[in-house]
C-alpha cells in the first residue's frame, strides 16, 4: 500500500517568514495529493490539493509543489500569521476507490 | 449544512463495555469514512462506505470493531468488547467523491477506555 512520510514533524517560524513542509510517497500509481490542517479540538480541514497533471497551484498565501518523478511533494506558506499555528497533514491516493493514505503531521507555530 | 455531525464529542467507558460512536454525513454525499487518530500511529482509515456499501475496511484493527451504513444519513461505528488500546480520537468524514475529493470531518469522539 501507499507508504507517505512527512518532515519536519514539528516546525517553529517566525511570523511573517515561510514555512515548508515535505512529503515524499512511494505509490507511483498516487495521482491526488491534497494538504489539511487541523486545529486544536477540531478535525482536519482541506486547505489545498493538486492532481498529478499539475506541477504547482497556488492560493493566496499557500502554495504546494509536485515531482512526480521525485515523488514527492512540498506545501509552502508565506508570510505566516499566528492562525496558522496548527498540525498541517499531507495524504496521497491512487483515485476514486483507493484510500487518502495520511503522513503523521507537521505541528507548526508560528510565533509572534 | 451543518457539517459532519459526530455524536458522542467524548465518551468513558469501563475496558471490556460496548461502544458506540454515530455519525451523521453532509446531505448528499455519497462517500463516508471513519478514521482514528492516535499520537503513535496518526490518521489511520478505518473503514470508507461509497452509497452506503462498505468498499474498504482493512484497516478495521480486529473482530471488535465493526461499522454499519443504514441509509445515506447515518452510520455507526461499534467496538465490543472495548480495550485501554483502543483509547483514541475517532473522525467520521464524508465526501462528494470518492478518496479523490475534499473529505470534510467531523469534530471527532474522543474516546477513553479505562
Known amino acids: 500500500g501507499e507508504n507517505v512520510e512527512q518532515h519536519p514533524s514539528t516546525l517553529s517560524v517566525q511570523e511573517g517568514d515561510s514555512a515548508v513542509i515535505k512529503c515524499t510517497y512511494s505509490?507511483?500509481?498516487?495521482?491526488?495529493f491534497p494538504w489539511y490542517k487541523q486545529e486544536l479540538g477540531k478535525g482536519p480541514q482541506l486547505i489545498i490539493d493538486i492532481r498529478s497533471n499539475v506541477g504547482e497551484k497556488k492560493d493566496q498565501r499557500i502554495a504546494v509543489t509536485l515531482n512526480k518523478t521525485a515523488k514527492h511533494f512540498s506545501l509552502h506558506i508565506t508570510e505566516t500569521q499566528p492562525e496558522d499555528s496548527a498540525v498541517y497533514f499531507c495524504a496521497a491516493s491512487r483515485g476514486n476507490d483507493y484510500k487518502l493514505s495520511f503522513g503523521a503531521g507537521t505541528t507548526v507555530t508560528v510565533r509572534a | 449544512d451543518a457539517g459532519v455531525i459526530q455524536s458522542p464529542r467524548h465518551e468513558v467507558t469501563e475496558m471490556g463495555q460496548e461502544v458506540t460512536l454515530r455519525c451523521k454525513p453532509i446531505s448528499g454525499h455519497n462517500s463516508l469514512f471513519w478514521y482514528r487518530q492516535t499520537m503513535m500511529r496518526g490518521l489511520e482509515l478505518l473503514i470508507y462506505?461509497?452509497?452506503?456499501?462498505?468498499?474498504?475496511d482493512s484497516g478495521m484493527p480486529e473482530d471488535r470493531f465493526s461499522a454499519k451504513m443504514p441509509n445515506a444519513s447515518f452510520s455507526t461505528l461499534k467496538i465490543q468488547p472495548s480495550e485501554p488500546r483502543d483509547s483514541a480520537v475517532y473522525f467520521c468524514?464524508?465526501?462528494?467523491?470518492?478518496?479523490?475529493?475534499?473529505?470534510?470531518f467531523g469534530q471527532g469522539t474522543r474516546l477513553t477506555v479505562v
Open positions: 468524514a464524508s465526501s462528494i467523491g470518492g478518496a479523490d475529493t475534499e473529505a470534510f
Open positions: 462506505f461509497n452509497n452506503n456499501v462498505p468498499i474498504d
Open positions: 505509490d507511483s500509481a498516487s495521482n491526488y
